[in-house]
């Protein structure tokens, strides 16, 4: 999935100074919240919707469940060499476990995040219909900064890098079949705003 360098920019820098800004006005850790459900702002872009709730399990240490549904659109060309446009439904689903060395449910964050994405088509691509299907596995360690602030305004930048493994395959009413596999290393970069309870 992709977006322009602009809309990137809006998003990004709308996050980051809602994060920071909110950070100096943070309240000393006197409250008890054991819930953050938040979504990403930049996932909207492609477009699709990621949420994650996060649970408190004991003081300085989080779990999550994250989940996310896509729909993109991306050019294709068909046999007569026409440019059509195919849409995708793309499913993401992951964990993480977040360790809060400072505070004991904000602040510094360390931790480790596991995705898993499915990414699909069935519909037809100009004269002929066409399938592709793929799935990848990525796990990788976090290290980014939590905010909770008033009555339970949220937010969280999170950086780190995945290794990635994604299997791939497609093929057409003309029996014609194409797999590709393929592994490395990622950047990875979060940013969400929500509300915690």
């Known amino acids: 999935m992709a977006c322009s360098g602009g809309r990137w920019a809006v998003v990004c820098g709308l996050s980051l100074a809602g994060l920071f800004l909110c950070t100096e006005a943070r309240a000393e850790d006197t409250r008890e ?12 872009l492609f477009p699709a919707i990621e949420v994650q709730g996060e649970y408190k399990v004991i003081d300085g240490l989080g779990v999550s ?26 499913l993401e689903v992951g964990t993480q476990v977040m360790w809060y060395p400072l505070r004991k449910f904000r602040s510094l964050e360390l931790g ?10 069935t519909k037809p691509v100009g ?24 009555p339970g305004f949220t937010g969280f930048a999170q950086l780190g890098f995945s290794y990635i493994t994604v299997q791939a ?27 915690s309870f």
């Open 65 to 90: 469940l994250i989940g996310a549904y896509g729909w993109p659109t991306e050019e294709a060309m068909d046999v007569n060499g026409e440019t059509v446009d195919v849409r995708f439904d793309v």
């Open 127 to 150: 004269s002929f219909d066409a399938t592709a299907f793929g799935g990848g596995f990525a796990v990788g360690p976090l290290v980014g900064y939590k905010f909770i602030v008033g």
């Open 33 to 44: 919240e054991v819930f953050s459900l938040t979504f990403s702002p930049v996932h909207l």
């Open 112 to 121: 480790v995040e596991a995705l898993y994405v499915n990414v699909s088509t």
């Open 169 to 195: 395959e497609a093929n057409d009413t003309t029996g014609a079949t194409e797999r590709e596999q393929a592994s490395g290393l990622i950047l990875n970069l979060n940013l969400n705003l929500g509300w």
